[in-house]
């Protein structure tokens, strides 16, 4: 290791030591390089051996691919002769990784094309499976795995998750490579997972106080370039993992996410309100039917019939009017409390906030 070299080791030490704090990352933790992504691949297949719960002969494109499969080893049977159920046609999706290389396994997903009852017990048939640019990038194949079960009898059946979509752990055999070049023109880039302005200038601060100069700038809210230097020109990997565990602070964005399904809510600790005064008032409404005989009377011809009586019942709860202000989320969070309210009701608050121009925060409902 030469002097330049020990060096910048210590410092990169010394940087680290100084900036970690409770609020600082790791840059590899919130960049990816640009370039290195993945590509999803899918492909048909079909799966086999199953105990009776394939398609149906309605499913035609099952068929067919029987047939078409058999005449590859010279056995002609038409379509409309073949008997299914205990195979199944399937659709098959995968993720190919950065960097994978020939030879490499990946895991797969299987998902039941035609009206397959379950896949449980099946055998996935050598399947191709191929990218967006319809060139074949893995093989598939392998006994498929749902998790699950499902067995019905006589007026009952029973089913314990998915049975019709199950997955293949290393199922996936690579067959070719994806490039992936990682400097184009001398630049290195990164990718910020969270686009932000303020944590894109630290990060290109940070790396400019670890390289010794201005050799990164951000180029925009999303991406930071780093000029790669003489000592780095063959070692990328060895600046991508020096890079990677220098500490910066990531700029929050002040945000708050609903989701109304579920009454799920989410606020970032940067939220701040402005002084606003809240009322909630909770109406709840009773509705009862009762039912009651009519008799006709005697000696007519009437007919006894049952006559449904309806109640409705409301009730008002008192309102008062609670000050909310002037803080961070922990002010906002003790107020909520205080006036006792439902998270789906505080969904309701949260958005009449936002319309007041009291929330400083931007709302997002899921």
């Not at 919130?30 to 105990?51: C, H, K």
């Amino acid at each position: 290791m030469s002097f330049r070299q020990l060096f910048l080791s210590v410092l990169l030490c010394a940087i680290l030591v100084q900036s970690a704090s409770a609020d600082t990352v790791r840059i590899k933790d919130i960049t990816r390089p640009s370039g290195a992504r993945q590509n999803q691949l899918m492909g048909y297949g079909l799966v086999v051996g199953l105990e009776g719960t394939g398609d149906s002969q309605q499913s035609v494109f099952t068929t067919q691919a029987i047939s078409n499969m058999l005449q590859r080893f010279n056995i002609t049977i038409p379509s409309n002769n073949l008997k299914l159920g205990n195979a199944a046609a399937v659709m098959i999706v995968a993720q190919l990784p950065p960097f994978v290389k020939s030879g490499d396994r990946i895991d797969i997903i299987v998902s039941s094309l035609g009206d397959a009852a379950s896949l449980q017990g099946g055998v996935l048939l050598q399947s191709p499976l191929q990218g967006a640019d319809k060139q074949v990038y893995a093989v598939a194949q392998g006994p498929v795995s749902i998790g699950g079960f499902s067995s019905q009898g006589a007026g009952a059946k029973v089913t314990k998750n998915h049975p019709t979509v199950g997955r293949i752990p290393n199922g996936a055999l690579v067959e070719a490579e994806v490039p992936m070049p990682l400097v184009k023109d001398g630049i290195l880039s990164l990718s910020l997972n969270q686009p932000d302005f303020n944590t894109a200038t630290r990060i290109s601060e940070s790396i400019n106080r670890y390289l010794g100069g201005p050799a990164s700038s951000a180029r925009d809210e999303a991406t930071v370039d780093i000029a790669v230097t003489d000592l780095y020109k063959d070692r990328i990997p060895a600046l991508l993992s020096n890079i990677g565990m220098l500490a910066v602070e990531p700029d929050n964005v002040a945000k708050v996410v609903i989701n109304e399904r579920t009454g799920t809510i989410v606020v970032g600790g940067s939220v701040k309100i402005s002084s606003v005064a809240i009322a909630h008032q909770g109406l709840s409404v009773r509705i009862t039917t009762d039912y009651a005989i009519s008799q006709p009377a005697p000696l007519s011809k009437g007919e006894t019939v049952v006559v449904p009586r309806a109640t409705i019942e409301t009730q008002e709860k008192e309102a008062y009017l609670t000050k909310v202000g002037g803080g961070t989320i922990e002010a906002l969070v003790k107020s909520l409390n205080a006036i006792r309210v439902t998270p789906r009701d505080i969904v309701a608050i949260l958005q009449a906030i936002k319309q007041s121009g009291a929330l400083q925060a931007e709302l997002e409902i899921l």
